[in-house]
């Protein structure tokens, strides 16, 4: 597939298309690298208007995070974070979630990525979502604390 086309066929109309493919590559990245040189074309649309599209790409971004030895993560990690707090709940619970594998992938942003939780300002959110957005930090963070105990115990 080329460039373009994936990056016009993951921004589709057509979402049940546009989800299988971004499975598509979730699943492939977990196991190669194949898709780690459409890194900055990933990123690119980490801010796009549609959140369903947002949410695929966090995924893929944090999929591809185990391939990432010329630290192109390090020029998104600012944006990726912000995901934390996005306007829509979902996908601030998606990117959330996803923290867990890119700091893995990427110990080194595990201080950053926890200071983010600490810091995020979740009062626009409303009181059915709050509890599962702050489940969904305190989960995460469990799984990176322990993580980091292990990879240093």
Not at 3 to 18: C, G, R, S
Not at 52 to 70: E, F, H, K, S, T
Not at 92 to 119: E, H, N, W
Request: proline share 3%; net charge negative.
């Amino acid at each position: 597939m080329m460039k373009e086309d994936m990056i016009k066929n993951l921004t589709a109309k057509n979402d049940k298309y546009a989800c299988a493919l971004s499975e598509k590559i979730i699943s492939e990245s977990k196991e190669t690298d194949e898709w780690y040189e459409f890194f900055d074309d990933f990123a690119s649309l980490l801010d796009y208007p549609k959140s369903l599209v947002r949410n695929r790409v966090l995924y893929i971004l944090a999929a591809n995070a185990q391939w990432d030895a010329d630290n192109h993560f390090d020029g998104i990690i600012s944006d990726f974070l912000k995901h934390i707090t996005d306007e829509k709940p979902i996908t601030a619970r998606q990117c959330i979630k996803t923290l867990a594998q890119v700091g893995m992938a990427k110990p080194g942003y595990i201080p950053m990525i926890l200071s983010a939780f600490q810091d995020a300002d979740l009062s626009k959110y409303k009181d059915s979502m709050r509890p599962l957005i702050e489940k969904d930090m305190a989960e995460t963070e469990r799984i990176l604390t322990d993580f980091l105990c292990k990879t240093q115990g």
